[in-house]
């Protein structure tokens, strides 16, 4: 069963902490992608990788670090940077040439 | 400029009226547009894929993109409580990131 999987569903950090978000495809994607969704908020871009060991900053990179070992991995770390952690993050892995991206089910953050 | 303007709502419709949802785009390079639907606390899924002017039929749903006009809709046939959620429109030029409408939330009553 091909698809993207992002974990935990929930995860609770006290303020200070760092905090990695998993997420992992197997469609054999190259690029993925992690946003950051607000309420009342669109999508917006964090990082993105469009082959393995490459990634750029979106439009939100601050206080966020990715890395790109594996075709199939793309995790996500929230530093203590990040002023305001809160949130819900989607992942998604895109198929080569085409305008189609799929996404995960989402991690949803909260930071106290 | 690259962004896409998106009435937010949200609408409220009668179950089985035809829904019309709407976004404006700037950036004329971008060539694929998407529509994706999100139910609430969920992941986007992928609705309607389009590259071309012109329309796009899938079961109750219709994609219309107006590149002339950039302008890009998306009709609701039939509408049911199932298809209350957020609509999201966004678009790009391939293997880019996806430039996204901030949503539309969708209510269909019963």
């Known amino acids: 069963d091909g698809g993207i999987t992002q974990s935990p569903k929930y995860l609770f950090r006290k303020e200070g902490q760092n905090v990695t978000l998993s997420c992992e495809q197997n469609l054999n994607h190259d690029a993925m992608y992690w946003y950051r969704q607000d309420p009342g908020q669109g999508l917006r871009l964090i990082y993105y990788s469009q082959i393995v060991n490459d990634f750029q900053k979106g439009d939100i990179a601050e206080g966020y670090s990715v890395s790109r070992e594996k075709k199939e991995s793309f995790p996500l770390t929230v530093t203590s940077a990040q002023k305001n952690p809160t949130a819900f993050y989607l992942c998604?892995?895109?198929?080569?040439?085409?305008?189609?991206?799929?996404f995960g089910p989402g991690t949803r953050l909260t930071v106290t | 400029q690259k962004e896409v303007e998106q009435d937010p709502g949200p609408l409220s419709v009668p179950e089985g009226a035809i829904v019309s949802l709407n976004c404006t785009y700037s950036?004329?390079?971008?060539?694929?547009f998407m529509w994706y639907r999100q139910y609430s606390r969920k992941g986007p899924e992928l609705l309607m894929y389009t590259y071309s002017s012109g329309n796009k039929e899938d079961g109750r749903f219709t994609a219309q993109v107006d590149k002339s006009s950039k302008y890009i809709s998306l009709f609701i046939r039939d509408s049911q409580p199932s298809d209350s959620a957020t609509y999201l429109c966004?678009?790009?030029?391939?293997?880019?990131?996806?430039?996204f409408g901030k949503g539309t939330r969708l209510s269909v009553i019963a």
């Open positions: 966004a678009h790009n030029s391939g293997n880019t990131p996806l430039v």
């Open positions: 950036n004329s390079a971008f060539q694929y």
């Open positions: 998604a892995s895109s198929i080569p040439g085409s305008g189609e991206q799929y």
